[in-house]
C-alpha cells in the first residue's frame, strides 16, 4: 500500500509504509551534470585532449586533461590556464543544471568528474605558484563539492 506524500516546507515527505527522502542536512540537493560520453570516449581512445577541447570546448574534462598534462611536464602556469578554463566551463555547466553556487557536486556521478578534476588541477596549480589564497578557497570548495574526490584526487 503505497504513503501518503506530504510537503512540509518546501520537502516532500511519504508517510506509511514507504521511506522518507529528506535532505536531513538540510542542504541543497546533489547537482547531477548531464553526461556527456564523447569527449570522455575520445580521451580514453587516445586522441589528444588538446583536440578533444578544441572539439568539445565546454568539456571540463577535456581542459582538466590538458592541465593535469602539462603539470606534469612542469609548465604549471600553462596547468592553471587550463585548469582555470575547465573550472569555468563547469561552473557555467553546473549552474544550467539547477546549481546555486554551493552543495554537494558528487564524485561518484561520473559526468562531474570533469569538473572536479579541473577545480582540484587549479588548486594544485595556485599552490605551485605560490598563489595560497586561490589554493585554499579551491582546496576548501573541492572538499565542500565532494569529500570523495578531495581524498581520491589528493
Known amino acids: ?26 542542504g541543497p540537493p546533489p547537482t547531477h551534470l548531464p553526461d ?5 570516449e575520445l580521451l580514453a581512445n587516445g586522441v589528444a585532449p588538446a583536440e578533444v577541447a578544441a572539439r568539445h ?6 581542459w582538466a586533461q590538458l592541465a593535469d598534462d602539462a603539470f606534469e ?8 590556464a587550463y585548469a582555470r578554463t ?8 553546473l549552474r544550467r543544471n539547477g546549481w546555486k553556487g554551493h552543495g554537494p557536486v558528487p564524485w561518484e556521478h561520473e559526468p562531474n568528474r570533469g569538473f572536479l578534476r579541473a577545480l582540484h588541477a587549479l588548486a ?31
Do not use: W
Not at 611536464?73 to 592553471?80: F, G, L, P, Q
Not at 596549480?125 to 589528493?154: M, N, V, W
Open 1 to 26: 500500500m503505497p504513503g501518503t506524500a506530504v510537503v512540509d516546507q518546501g520537502r516532500c515527505l511519504t508517510l506509511g509504509p514507504m521511506t522518507l527522502h529528506e535532505n536531513l542536512l538540510g
Open 36 to 40: 556527456d560520453p564523447e569527449p570522455r
Open 57 to 62: 570546448p565546454v568539456s571540463s574534462l577535456a
Open 73 to 80: 611536464r612542469d609548465s604549471v602556469v600553462e596547468s592553471y
Open 86 to 93: 575547465g573550472y569555468h566551463r563547469g561552473l557555467d555547466a
Open 124 to 154: 594544485r596549480a595556485a599552490h605551485a605558484i605560490g598563489e595560497q589564497e586561490e589554493y585554499e578557497r579551491c582546496t576548501q570548495f573541492l572538499k565542500d563539492s565532494s569529500p570523495t574526490a578531495a581524498q581520491t584526487l589528493g
